[in-house]
């Protein structure tokens, strides 16, 4: 059964557009406008992200990585307008209080 999908305002813990929202999804205007020439996409971002998680756990740790994933998103200097629902939805449920493992979409 499905559910009718709620917005909420975004707050300190699900603001990942960081105030670029109106330049989302707008006619004329490239999904990678805001990026610095030669920065990374949010999904090379991310793959880095993880690599960089690998390295410093030496193996898999779903908690390191997630917890670089939260700060990196909420904290990320060159933002990335072009952020997929995966991500938008994620914080949405992680503002919500859940855990972060928790609030990641499970089907």
Request: glycine content about 2%; overall charge positive; some cysteine.
């Given at each position: 059964q499905?559910?009718?999908?709620?917005?909420?305002?975004?707050?300190?813990?699900?603001d990942i557009m960081g105030g670029k929202e109106i330049l989302f999804s707008q006619?004329?205007?490239?999904?990678?406008?805001?990026?610095?020439?030669g920065c990374n996409t949010l999904s090379g971002q991310i793959t880095n992200l993880?690599?960089?998680?690998?390295?410093e756990a030496g193996t898999y740790d779903?908690?390191?990585?997630?917890?670089?994933?939260v700060r990196h998103m909420l904290n990320q200097p060159d933002k990335d307008v072009h952020i997929d629902a995966?991500?938008?939805?994620?914080?949405?449920r992680y503002a919500r209080g859940n855990k972060a493992y928790y609030s990641a979409g499970l089907g």
């Open positions: 499905l559910r009718p999908r709620v917005i909420l305002e975004p707050s300190l813990k699900s006619k004329g205007v490239h999904p990678h406008r805001c990026l610095v020439a993880f690599i960089q998680s690998l390295a779903r908690e390191h990585f997630l917890e670089l994933y995966v991500h938008v939805e994620f914080f949405e």
